[in-house]
């Protein structure tokens, strides 16, 4: 009986893992030694987003000249367009300016302009400046389409609308539901693409400090890859959860042994 309960505990403590609440909880204060939560101190602060090639602008051209506003806007008119931009109709990606290969959208009239690199905001100066020779007076509607960020592995598989210009990485996570008790907080990757190539930059989303790190803010066309955490057979995450194993491993073991054994 004693060599059965030993190989039972042996088993029991083989497939259990703990997960404790180290691990699970966000805004922990960076700490050195065991479980290290790090800190991101050097890095840099947020930033607006910066146009890459092949992204899809919607620009929008105001003037009082209606007929010379029409050649730029080239849709329906401005309320039909502001109802598909509301319902984020894919018929938007009809009326989109493409970043070229060049870093330029072609636009009527004035031809390639040169707008890789600029944030939102400078390429609507940008384009009102290079117009007013047209349109002395214009206002110009500059957004960025197809704004969506990814989040694969740990059951919160999935792609997400970036309802907001600024999206922290706290606000991705309540978007996609939390991540589950098996992911690693501790080893969060996100991958990017930047002007230099893709990157990928691993986060502990533990750490209370991450708030200055570079990718605290994701970006359009992030992807979020969740690591799972070292979990094996049994799950345990607190202390009844163990003593409910514990019992439940017991009570079938001596079940098992009652059947096998014959007794007198």
Not at 1 to 14: A, D, G, Q, S
Not at 154 to 179: C, H, L, T, Y
Request: proline letters at 4%.
């Amino acid at each position: 009986m004693r060599k059965l309960i030993n190989i039972l505990l042996f088993f029991l403590l083989f497939f259990t893992s703990c997960v404790t609440t180290r691990e699970l909880y966000y805004l922990q204060s960076p700490q050195k030694g065991i479980n290290t939560i790090p800190s991101y101190k050097d890095s840099i602060p947020y930033q607006d987003y910066r146009i890459k090639v092949e992204d899809r602008l919607f620009i929008q051209v105001y003037s009082t000249d209606e007929k010379t506003s029409t050649l730029f806007n080239g849709g329906p008119s401005s309320g039909g367009m502001n109802m598909m931009l509301s319902s984020n109709s894919e018929n938007i990606d009809l009326f989109a300016y493409i970043v070229s290969e060049k870093g330029t959208i072609h636009l009527p009239i004035l031809g390639d302009l040169y707008v890789l690199g600029k944030t939102i905001r400078e390429t609507k100066y940008f384009i009102e400046e290079s117009l007013k020779e047209i349109l002395p007076f214009n206002s110009v509607d500059v957004r960025l389409l197809g704004r969506y960020f990814s989040i694969i592995g740990g059951g919160s598989s999935g792609r997400f609308p970036m309802v907001k210009e600024k999206i922290n990485i706290f606000q991705a996570i309540a978007m996609s539901g939390d991540f589950g008790f098996y992911v690693n907080r501790s080893k969060v990757r996100i991958i990017r693409l930047t002007p230099k190539g893709t990157v990928i930059k691993m986060l502990d989303i533990r750490s209370a400090d991450i708030i200055h790190s570079e990718y605290y803010y994701i970006e359009p066309n992030d992807v979020i890859y969740l690591e799972p955490l070292n979990a094996q057979f049994f799950g345990v995450t607190n202390v009844w959860t163990f003593l409910s194993t514990v019992i439940t491993t017991f009570s079938f073991g001596l079940l098992v042994y009652k059947i096998i054994v014959p007794t007198n």
